[in-house]
C-alpha cells in the first residue's frame, strides 16, 4: 500500500503517518502503535526514519503513539512508506480499486479511526479481570474496515480496559468500555461496563449499562453508526452529541440496531472501577506467569532520539522478547523480562537517560513541545521544565503548557503553569471540579486547568509558590 502525501484529501490539523503537519520544527508524523506495542525491528525502522527524515527527535504521546520532529519537506511520501514497509501502517482490507488516490484515502481513514488505548500491561498484568489483546484486535480490525468511519473525527477513541492495575484512567475517550469483576455479578461470563465521553471510575459509577464481553465489537459497531446517524455537523466528539442527546437514548438505539443486550442489575449501577496504579509504570514489575518481569522508565519530557531508540530495541532483543510498550504517560515498558536479567533491564534504562524512580523531579515534571515546536506556544516549555525539575518541591506534579490546548495533557495535574509570556506563567491549581478528572475542553480554555492561584510567575518564583501551596520542601 502507498501512501501518497493526503493532506488535501483528508484534511486535519491532527498528524498521522501520512498527513505530515507542520510544526515550527518542520513537520510531524505521528505512527499509532496498536496497544502502545512495538517490535524491536519496528523500533529500528522509526529511528533510521528519524535520521533520514527527521531532525531524530522522537516523542512519546500521550495516547501510547510515537511521533516524528522536524519531518523535512519533501520527503513526506518516502517518510510514510518507509513506516509502512515497517508494519506500521494501517490494516487495510484490499481492495478491488487500483485508484492509488482511493487506496491512499482508504489507508488514512483506516490510520485515523484506530485509537483504541489498552493498558500498557494488557495480557501481562496477574491482577487483571481479563486479557484484552484479542478482543483489541478484533476492535481494531473494526475500526480499520468500516467505510462509514470516514465520517468521523480522527479523534475520536475508544478504551478497552481489562481492569489492570497499570491503567490509565484519567484520559477521556468518547466510548470505553471496563471489565467487572466476576465477584460482584454472581456469574461467569465475562462482562464490561460501557459508558460514553469519559473514563471508568474508582470513586463513582458512571456505567450505563453492562454488556457480554461477546458483544462489544459488535456494540461499538453499532455505537459508531448511532453517532454518525445522529451527530449535527459540528458535533465531532462523543460529549458534543450528548449535549442535545439522551446518553440511554444513544445507547439503547446503538443496542437495539446491533441486537445487542444491555444490562442494567443493581449491580451495574453501584460497580466502582478498582483504584489504578499507575506509578507501576516505574521499574520492575512480575507478571502473570512464566516468571516473568516488566520493566518501566520515563524519558525527560516524552522525548528520546534515535539513537535511544535502537538502545531501547537492544534491551527488548536481548533481555526482553523482542517487544515494547509505550504507555499513556509518555514513558516505556521492556516486557517478558526474565527475573534474573531485571538488574541488567534497569541499568539499561538509566545508561539511555530513563528515569525509574517516581520520586525523581524529571518523573513528575511534563511539558508541551513548547516554543521552540509549536507556533502556538508562548514560552520555551520544555526548557522551562527542566529549569523548574532543578527546583521542584518534593512530591508536587507539575504541567507546564505553552497554550491552553494542553497537548502534553490529556487530564488536569495538580499544578498547571501555563505560558503567558516567554519566561513567565500563570499558576493553576486543580480544584474540585476538575479533581481527578481530565482537562477536558468542556471546560473551556484555562477553565480546564482548576484554580488560577497566581500570575506572571517566572520559573524561579514558580517554584516557590508551588512549594507553598503544596506545603513541600524542595527536593
Ligand atoms: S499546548 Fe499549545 S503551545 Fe503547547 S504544543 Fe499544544 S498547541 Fe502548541
Known amino acids: 500500500m502507498g501512501y ?10 491532527c498528524p498521522a503517518l501520512s498527513r505530515i503537519v507542520a510544526a515550527r520544527d518542520g513537520g510531524l508524523c505521528r505512527i499509532k502503535l496498536p496497544g502502545g506495542k512495538l517490535l524491536a525491528m519496528q523500533a529500528h525502522a522509526i529511528a533510521d526514519a528519524a535520521d533520514v527524515h527527521g531532525s531524530g527527535i522522537v516523542e512519546l504521546t500521550n495516547r501510547a503513539n510515537l511521533q516524528l520532529r522536524g519531518v523535512k519537506a519533501g520527503g513526506e511520501a518516502t517518510l510514510s512508506q518507509r513506516l509502512s514497509d515497517a508494519g506500521l501502517g494501517p490494516r487495510v482490507a484490499a481492495t478491488e480499486s487500483h485508484d492509488p488516490v482511493q487506496a491512499a484515502r482508504q489507508a488514512a481513514v483506516a490510520d485515523d479511526a484506530r485509537n483504541l488505548l489498552l493498558s500498557p500491561v494488557a495480557g501481562l498484568d496477574a491482577d487483571a479481570l481479563y486479557d484484552t489483546v484479542p478482543l483489541a484486535d478484533e476492535i ?11 465520517e468521523l473525527s480522527p479523534k475520536f477513541s ?10 490509565s484512567l484519567d484520559h477521556p475517550h468518547d466510548v470505553w468500555f471496563a471489565a467487572m469483576p466476576p465477584a460482584i455479578r454472581g456469574g461467569t461470563e465475562p462482562r464490561f461496563a460501557v459508558g460514553f465521553a469519559g473514563q471508568p471510575s474508582s470513586t463513582r459509577s458512571d456505567a450505563l449499562a453492562a454488556v457480554r464481553a461477546d458483544d462489544i465489537v459488535a456494540l461499538i459497531r ?14 465531532n466528539r462523543m460529549r458534543d452529541l450528548l449535549r442535545s442527546h439522551d446518553c440511554h437514548t444513544v445507547l439503547a438505539r446503538a443496542a ?7 444490562q442494567n442489575d443493581p449491580e451495574v449501577g453501584t460497580w466502582r472501577r478498582a483504584a489504578a496504579e499507575p506509578i507501576r509504570r516505574f521499574g520492575a514489575y512480575p507478571q502473570r506467569d512464566g516468571g516473568l518481569w516488566h520493566v518501566g522508565g520515563q524519558p525527560p519530557l516524552g522525548r528520546i532520539d534515535s539513537a535511544t531508540l535502537r538502545g531501547l530495541a537492544r534491551l527488548a532483543l536481548e533481555h526482553g522478547d523482542g517487544s515494547l510498550r509505550f504507555t499513556p504517560w509518555q514513558s516505556v515498558l521492556v516486557p517478558n523480562v526474565a527475573a534474573r536479567a531485571v538488574p541488567q533491564v534497569e541499568l539499561g534504562l538509566c545508561s539511555l537517560g530513563f528515569v525509574l524512580d517516581p520520586q525523581d523531579p524529571l518523573a513528575r515534571v511534563i511539558a508541551c513541545a513548547g516554543s521552540t515546536g509549536c507556533v502556538k506556544a508562548l514560552a520555551d516549555t520544555k526548557a522551562d521544565a527542566l529549569a523548574l525539575a532543578k527546583q521542584l518541591p518534593a512530591g508536587v506534579e507539575a504541567h507546564l503548557s505553552g497554550c491552553t490546548r494542553s497537548c502534553a495533557a490529556a487530564h488536569c495535574a495538580p499544578y498547571t503553569l501555563l505560558a503567558v509570556a516567554p519566561g513567565r506563567y500563570d499558576l493553576y491549581r486543580r480544584d474540585h471540579a476538575s479533581d481527578g478528572e481530565t482537562s477536558s475542553p468542556a471546560r473551556d480554555g484555562a477553565l480546564r486547568f482548576g484554580e488560577r492561584i497566581d500570575t506572571y510567575l517566572t520559573i524561579e518564583e514558580a517554584a516557590k509558590r508551588l512549594g507553598e501551596a503544596a506545603g513541600a520542601p524542595i527536593s
Open 140 to 150: 481494531l480490525g473494526l475500526l480499520q474496515s468500516e467505510p462509514r468511519l470516514a
Open 222 to 235: 453499532a455505537l459508531l453508526v448511532a453517532f454518525l446517524d445522529l451527530a449535527a455537523p459540528d458535533e
Open 256 to 262: 437495539e440496531k446491533g441486537s445487542i443486550d444491555l
Open 158 to 167: 475508544v478504551l478497552l480496559d481489562g481492569g489492570e492495575r497499570l491503567a
Open 4 to 13: 501518497p502525501p493526503f493532506s488535501s484529501l483528508r484534511p486535519s490539523a
